[in-house]
């Protein structure tokens, strides 16, 4: 990739939200959920993005920036949303 989206790929590599495998030079997405899968997920469980920080050991600022899409979801934080979500349980039952 060369131009513009170089330095967007790049971002997102330093960001972990991609994993980049050199040696089949190809970039696979991660465990990604967006800002918007975020959002939906913590309304559908009933949760705060407060909440879901102290759940998560991140700060009440951390939660906020993977709401609004500034900092990337980590894959673990997405996996165990989708988890909850799908079968209706609390995330602290799970934990």
């Known amino acids: 990739m060369r131009g513009r989206n170089s330095a967007k790929t790049s971002d997102l590599l ?6 980049h495998l050199r040696r089949y030079r190809m970039q696979i997405p ?3 959920m967006d800002k918007d899968q975020y959002r939906a997920a ?7 993005q407060h ?3 102290g ?13 609004l ?13 989708r988890y909850c979500v799908k ?3 609390k995330p602290w039952d799970v934990l």
């Open 14 to 19: 330093r960001q972990g939200c991609l994993v």
């Open 30 to 32: 991660s465990m990604r």
């Open 42 to 48: 913590l309304r559908n469980l009933g949760m705060s």
């Open 51 to 53: 909440t879901a920080a």
């Open 55 to 67: 759940l998560f050991g991140a700060t009440g600022k951390t939660s906020q920036n993977w709401a």
């Open 69 to 81: 899409g500034k900092t990337c979801i980590p894959g673990s934080v997405a996996l165990l949303l």
């Open 87 to 89: 079968r209706g349980l």
